[in-house]
DNA sequence: CCGTCATGGAACACGTATGTTCCACTACGA
DNA sequence: TCGTAGTGGAACATACGTGTTCCATGACGG
């Protein structure tokens, strides 16, 4: 399969980027909006993805690609459970307005489906070595993770004198606080 | 001000209702949808609000309202200010599709101002009482708060198994757990 | 210099949500 | 029995998002 021109991949990619910009802020935005922030005609627009449904279909393959990677990046296999579980929340932050875009999308439809299964055996791999209260069902710790991280991104969002430290500093504290087992 | 007939009222308090709880799944719903999950014709769902602003102000007011109601409730001024914040989150678990609504609406808007001095305050409490690490900016702490009682009702809706009892406890748990200074 | 490639704009048809008007029906009290 | 209040349905005009077609422009390599 041929490279498509690099200007191409370039024009569809600034597409994609600014799809998930704006359907973060409204799921609902229109195609001629995204199209102005990715600075393309309404009609290129078109051009890449004919219908709606498959601009959506593209950003949800694009979100999927940057989960794997993050979860990658978080080498989930050093550490216990609940280090895991930390070093991928700081992976998953710098994703950005991805975070609401799938926070949106009500917990979970395609891209989570694939590494969910990886996520669950963390999480029991921290009840097991005592790092994660195992009175917390698994799934219970993956809905916690996900809003705590993104309030973590909306509190950014709203105080911008906030450093991306510091608050992935509060982020951090606050959820292994409410993983740790209550022995520890 | 006279108390315009018993049925008006009834036929009002039933589209806002119906609204709260369409809303709440997708926020960019018809005004038809809202019409017939109230059981009235689209007509007099206009004869109440005559513009879609009109009702999602209306909205606003009633979600206001049962914040303030839960607040009560709440006996914020009891105990420590952790205590008086755990016992907010149970009645505001409650309140149901109002807190997906409030979610959606971005972190708070409207409802949320008039409160949110007195959740601050109580917050503030609770820092100075020992009771919640004063690490934690008050600010911090409150989204935390929206974000997990947001987790508890989505994974509420999601098992049907969990009973209610069993999802506050786990939020509880916690959410405590999150908010307790290290050195307790 | 010419051809193609990628693009952007204009215009159109179509569907849906919205807001309005008009008329008919039902319940209820005088 | 009559008049009124509350309601619902049908129809209409309007606005907006969508998907398509057609044509013009600028860039780039032969």
Redesign the pocket.
Same mark, same amino acid.
């Given at each position: 399969m041929a490279v +498509?021109?690099g #200007?191409?991949n370039r +024009?569809r990619q600034a597409i994609i980027d600014a799809a998930i910009d704006l359907l973060a802020g409204n799921p609902a935005c229109?195609? %001629?909006d995204i199209a102005a922030a990715a600075? #393309? %005609?309404?009609? +290129?627009l078109? /051009?890449?993805f &004919?219908? /709606? &449904?498959d601009l959506l279909a593209a950003v949800s393959a694009e979100g999927g690609e940057r989960l794997v990677r993050a979860a990658t990046l978080a080498d989930l296999e050093r550490g216990t459970g609940a280090e895991a579980l930390l070093r991928l929340c700081r992976e998953y932050f710098d994703l950005g307005s991805l975070l609401s875009l799938m926070f949106a999308g009500q917990g979970g439809e395609c891209w989570e489906s694939q590494d969910e299964g990886g996520l669950l055996r963390v999480i029991e791999r921290g009840r097991a070595d005592g790092s994660i209260d195992p009175a917390l069902p698994p799934d219970w710790v993956l809905a916690l993770l996900w809003s705590q991280l993104y309030a973590a991104w909306e509190y950014r969002a709203q105080r911008q004198d906030a450093s991306r430290h510091h608050v992935l500093d509060l982020l951090t504290r606050t959820l292994s606080n409410a993983l740790r087992p209550p022995s520890s």
């Open positions: +498509t021109s #200007v191409k +024009t229109s195609l %001629g600075q #393309v %005609g309404r009609t +290129t078109h /051009r890449y &004919a219908e /709606r &449904a």
